[in-house]
């Protein structure tokens, strides 16, 4: 019975930074993968980037490599999404998402994931 809840989108312009934090009830963030998505519409979901779990391990796509990090705090029960640098093309509504049983690995591929918040927008716009 996992419940996500993002928060932190908004508004910035290129260059800027955001960000975003998800909200877990009903599991420890530490013990379950999570993973942020970006949607765009007309086009084909993005995975952004993993938390994976217990070991802390790291995922990003490509696209946001040397510019997002991803992090948790137990104490808060939160995954946040730090976003630097940003492009035109990060633009879209961003989600964060977790699967029962937990992710051993990291996946990018939202199929995976069966629990997922009600996503945040965010838009870059000069």
């Known amino acids: 019975q996992p419940r996500l809840v993002e928060s932190g989108g908004g508004l910035a312009q290129p260059g800027g930074s955001l960000r975003l934090s998800c909200t877990a009830s009903?599991?420890?963030?530490?013990?379950?993968?999570i993973g942020w998505f970006r949607q765009v519409p007309g086009m084909d979901q993005e995975g952004v980037s993993c938390?994976?779990?217990?070991?802390?391990?790291?995922n990003y796509a490509d696209s946001v490599k040397g510019r997002f990090t991803i992090s948790r705090d137990s104490a808060s029960n939160t995954v946040y999404l730090q976003m630097n640098s940003l492009k035109l093309e990060d633009t879209g509504v961003y989600y964060c998402?977790?699967?029962?049983?937990?992710?051993?690995?990291?996946?990018?591929?939202?199929?995976?994931?069966?629990?997922w918040g009600q996503g945040t927008p965010v838009t870059v716009s000069s």
């Open positions: 998402a977790t699967s029962t049983p937990p992710l051993v690995r990291c996946p990018l591929s939202g199929r995976q994931y069966d629990f």
């Open positions: 938390l994976r779990r217990n070991t802390g391990g790291t």
């Open positions: 009903g599991f420890g963030v530490e013990w379950y993968s």
